[in-house]
T-cell receptor, first 112, second 115 residues
Framework: GESVGLHLPTLSVQEGDNSIINCAYS??????FIWYKQESGKGPQFIID?????DKRQGQRVTVLLNKTVKHLSLQIAATQPGDSAVYFC???????????FGRGTSLIVHP | NAGVTQTPKFQVLKTGQSMTLQCAQD?????MSWYRQDPGMGLRLIHY???????DQGEVPNGYNVSRSTTEDFPLRLLSAAPSQTSVYFC??????????????FGPGTRLLVL
């Protein structure tokens, strides 16, 4: 079946570097995409979202890029901080569905 | 607002026991859902509800029941616990925003161990 997946299970960066977390999706009917951050022992927390009629959206230190041609989603974190260390999930929601489908997650490790 | 609350935080069960995981939200969200998260995995949808009195199955519904008698509460019942149900369970709620988008809020999770 169709699924959401991530290219890199673990990403290690130095504090102050920019981080890029990638996600591939295969459901062409998806029209809404979300990135979540999950810290150890906590539930996922919404970071940023993007609709399929956009290719870029910026938040505070984060940017999400959507490439519908190759069904690819990325999360860019500027000036990564130790507090950014967490597991990051992308999720997709097909048009007409209320509930998103989650990928497996990427663990981001930020070294001071 | 308390957001999404879940009880208990931790639970140990013996095979065959039943229990109910509680979930409540105070944001008047229409949509609520239950996920399970296993080590190294993403979240898998168990059941969801788009409003009071309406529930539907997700990806992994077997062994679980839900009901939605009120907007606020969405309990998850394990009928006869099995070791394969050892997992971390997350409840989430969401609502459509004015822009048509949905922001999903998660509870802190219930860690369940079935012996």
């Amino acid at each position: 079946g169709e699924s959401v997946g991530l290219h890199l299970p673990t990403l290690s960066v130095q504090e102050g570097d920019n981080s890029i977390i990638n996600c591939a999706y295969s459901n062409s009917a998806s029209d809404y995409f979300i990135w979540y951050k999950q810290e150890s022992g906590k539930g996922p927390q919404f970071i940023i979202d993007i609709r399929s009629n956009m290719d870029k959206r910026q938040g505070q230190r984060v940017t999400v890029l959507l490439n519908k041609t190759v069904k690819h989603l990325s999360l860019q974190i500027a000036a990564t901080q130790p507090g950014d260390s967490a597991v990051y999930f992308c999720a997709e929601r097909p048009g007409g569905s209320y509930i998103p489908t989650f990928g497996r997650g990427t663990s981001l490790i930020v070294h001071p | 607002n308390a957001g999404v609350t879940q009880t208990p935080k931790f639970q140990v069960l013996k095979t065959g026991q039943s229990m109910t995981l509680q979930c409540a939200q105070d944001m008047n969200h229409e949509y609520m859902s239950w996920y399970r998260q296993d080590p190294g995995m993403g979240l898998r949808l168990i059941h969801y509800s788009v409003g009071a009195g309406i529930t539907d199955q997700g990806e992994v519904p077997n062994g679980y029941n839900v009901s939605r008698s009120t907007t606020e509460d969405f309990p998850l019942r394990l009928l006869s616990a099995a070791p394969s149900q050892t997992s971390v369970y997350f409840c989430a709620s969401s609502s459509l925003t004015s822009g048509g988008q949905e922001t999903q809020y998660f509870g802190p999770g219930t860690r369940l161990l079935v012996l």
